[in-house]
């Protein structure tokens, strides 16, 4: 089975105490494990999510180090001048260009630093860059080389769909993404970008689902929540949302402009964006993100594993080729 069941990846790892024994009692009132998980279910996950990256942090650095050994042995050299070899010696010097680039990139936070006073330290950062480069396209070639194989599996959550909109390639597809989401977030407005990427990408490997989880500090963000449910209802949903995202302003006015910008019929729209049919929707996909450790905005969902916050498309990309792959591995009998 695809994915795992929460409680085994979750708790396997605490002490082996029955879920129904009470941890403490107040007067007459036992709390239970089972009361107490639920309650901070949210951080639990994401404890379980943290232990997994640095489990599998480590286990890349081992990894790296016995294929480093082994093609080392096989050219009877040692592993450090084999990195000397296929590494360092294979990072070219940074150009002119590739220096005043991250120069002007990065002058606001230089403040008044001059370009010669900085220049040094320019010029070991992007060493350092094109070495990890260079380091992990050999390690590439090196897996390949020498089969390997990373089982080590991540904690996954069962998140649904809640019947909501959606784009790609529907249930069928391969690897679903169920984004929890607010319109008035800057961050969230930062991974719509990569999101398309991703869609672009794969095309119809990939369904892409969207929840709302507008958050309260945000004046606007619910409403404009209700608003692209109302557009939903007349078929305009993604053409709506995209108008949401690349907006800064979500005052209700500017609700209804964007209606007409889409070729919404606005009687309807008015009357909906007033009586707020979709309350309970939103509701849900609120209850549900928090049910499963959604605590901030975004949050990705990518066939179960959570991904936080505006993560680059590198992230997504791992995420989800590391799906694909065990989508196309035969199932055992």
């Given at each position: 089975?695809?994915?795992m069941?929460?409680a ?9 105490i029955?879920?129904a024994e009470p941890?403490a009692?107040?007067g ?6 089972t009361e107490?998980?639920?309650h901070?279910?949210p951080?639990?996950l994401?404890?379980e ?10 286990l890349d650095e081992m990894v790296?180090?016995e294929?480093?050994k ?10 450090e001048?084999l990195?000397?070899q ?7 010097a940074p150009?002119d260009?590739e220096i005043?680039?991250?120069?002007d990139?990065n ?8 370009f010669?006073?900085v220049?040094p330290?320019i010029?070991?950062?992007l060493?350092q860059?094109?070495?990890?480069q260079?380091?992990?396209?050999f390690l590439t ?5 020498y089969k390997?194989?990373?089982?080590l599996?991540?904690p996954?959550?069962e998140v649904g769909?809640g019947?909501?909109?959606?784009r790609?390639?529907?249930?069928g597809?391969?690897?679903?993404i169920?984004?929890?989401s607010d ?8 991974a719509?970008g ?10 119809n ?7 709302d989880?507008?958050?309260p ?9 209700e608003?692209a449910?109302?557009a939903n209802a007349q078929g305009k949903?993604?053409?709506y949302?995209a108008k949401?995202?690349?907006s800064e302003d979500?005052?209700p006015?500017?609700l ?8 919404l019929?606005r009687?309807?729209f008015d009357?909906c964006?007033t009586?707020q049919p ?5 509701d849900k996909?609120?209850s ?6 959604v605590?901030?905005?975004?949050a990705?969902?990518?066939n179960g594993r959570?991904?936080s916050?505006a993560?680059?498309?590198e992230?997504f990309?791992?995420?989800?080729d ?7 591995k035969?199932?055992?009998?």
């Amino acid at each position: 089975m695809r994915r795992m069941v929460l409680a085994s990846i979750m708790f396997a790892w605490l002490p082996a105490i029955g879920v129904a024994e009470p941890v403490a009692t107040v007067g007459g009132r036992s709390i239970s494990r089972t009361e107490l998980e639920s309650h901070i279910r949210p951080r639990l996950l994401e404890i379980e999510n943290e232990r997994y990256e640095a489990l599998r942090d480590g286990l890349d650095e081992m990894v790296g180090d016995e294929l480093f050994k082994q093609e080392a042995k096989a050219r009877s050299i040692t592993p450090e001048a084999l990195e000397q070899q296929e590494v360092d010696g294979k990072v070219p010097a940074p150009t002119d260009a590739e220096i005043q680039q991250v120069y002007d990139a990065n002058k606001e936070q230089l403040g008044d630093a001059s370009f010669d006073s900085v220049k040094p330290r320019i010029v070991d950062y992007l060493k350092q860059q094109k070495a990890e480069q260079r380091r992990e396209a050999f390690l590439t070639e090196l897996k390949a080389k020498y089969k390997t194989a990373v089982l080590l599996r991540p904690p996954v959550v069962e998140v649904g769909t809640g019947g909501r909109p959606e784009r790609g390639g529907g249930a069928g597809a391969p690897v679903t993404i169920i984004a929890f989401s607010d319109y008035e977030c800057p961050f969230c407005k930062r991974a719509e970008g990569t999101v398309e990427q991703v869609l672009s990408t794969y095309g119809n490997k990939v369904r892409y689902v969207h929840r709302d989880f507008p958050l309260p500090i945000h004046a606007h963000a619910r409403q404009a929540s209700e608003a692209a449910n109302c557009a939903n209802a007349q078929g305009k949903f993604w053409e709506y949302h995209a108008k949401l995202f690349a907006s800064e302003d979500l005052a209700p006015e500017k609700l209804q402009a964007m209606a007409t910008e889409v070729g919404l019929d606005r009687a309807k729209f008015d009357e909906c964006l007033t009586k707020q049919p979709y309350e309970a929707a939103i509701d849900k996909d609120i209850s549900d993100g928090t049910n499963v450790g959604v605590s901030g905005t975004p949050a990705f969902f990518i066939n179960g594993r959570m991904l936080s916050g505006a993560q680059p498309f590198e992230k997504f990309k791992e995420v989800i080729d590391e799906e694909l792959a065990r989508s196309n591995k035969p199932k055992s009998s």
